[in-house]
């Protein structure tokens, strides 16, 4: 499951979708968005993305990931539009019979999409707002 949405994600219908009876292991990682960054405080987020290209490189990932682990399934969910504090921006959710593949393959991919997927964050301030570029 790859996807760019703009509603909030739905964590708990994103593992149920892709969890397996031979799974031992689901491991996730929910980025949330935060009130502060850089001493600032954060008011709230927007994201944008080149949309076809930024879906395509997602399923690279995904791939690149069933390839290089002994996983079942990766799905890699992203939001779209303004985030306020609290929401999910991104979810990476990762099944697998094993705890370690699952861990390994989930932070890839979230790594690699924060590095090479066409997403970009601007974060507004109180006293400003500023694109954020490659940043953890």
Same mark, same amino acid.
């Given at each position: 499951?790859? +996807? ?6 739905? $964590?708990? /219908?994103? %593992? ?9 292991a689901i491991v996730a990682f929910d980025g949330v968005v935060r009130d502060h960054a850089m001493? #600032? @405080?954060?008011? !709230?987020?927007? !994201?944008?993305? !080149? ?10 990932? $995904? $791939?690149? +990931?069933? =390839? $290089? ?5 990766? +799905?890699? %969910?992203?939001?779209? *539009?303004?985030? =306020?504090? *609290? ?8 099944? /697998? ?11 890839? *991919?979230?790594? @690699? ?8 964050? #601007?974060?507004? !301030?109180?006293?400003? =707002?500023?694109?954020? =570029?490659?940043?953890?």
């Amino acid at each position: 499951m790859i +996807a760019l949405i703009r509603e909030p994600i739905g $964590r708990e /219908a994103v %593992v149920q979708r892709l969890r397996q009876d031979r799974d031992g292991a689901i491991v996730a990682f929910d980025g949330v968005v935060r009130d502060h960054a850089m001493g #600032k @405080t954060v008011r !709230y987020l927007e !994201y944008e993305a !080149y949309e076809d290209m930024a879906l395509k490189q997602m399923e690279a990932i $995904r $791939r690149t +990931a069933l =390839e $290089r682990w002994p996983i079942t399934d990766m +799905a890699i %969910v992203h939001r779209l *539009g303004r985030l =306020e504090i *609290g929401e999910s921006s991104v979810l990476v959710v990762v099944t /697998a019979p094993h705890r370690r593949p699952a861990f390994e393959a989930c932070q890839f *991919g979230i790594d @690699t999409v924060k590095k090479t997927v066409p997403i970009w964050k #601007k974060e507004f !301030y109180t006293s400003g =707002e500023a694109w954020i =570029e490659g940043q953890s």
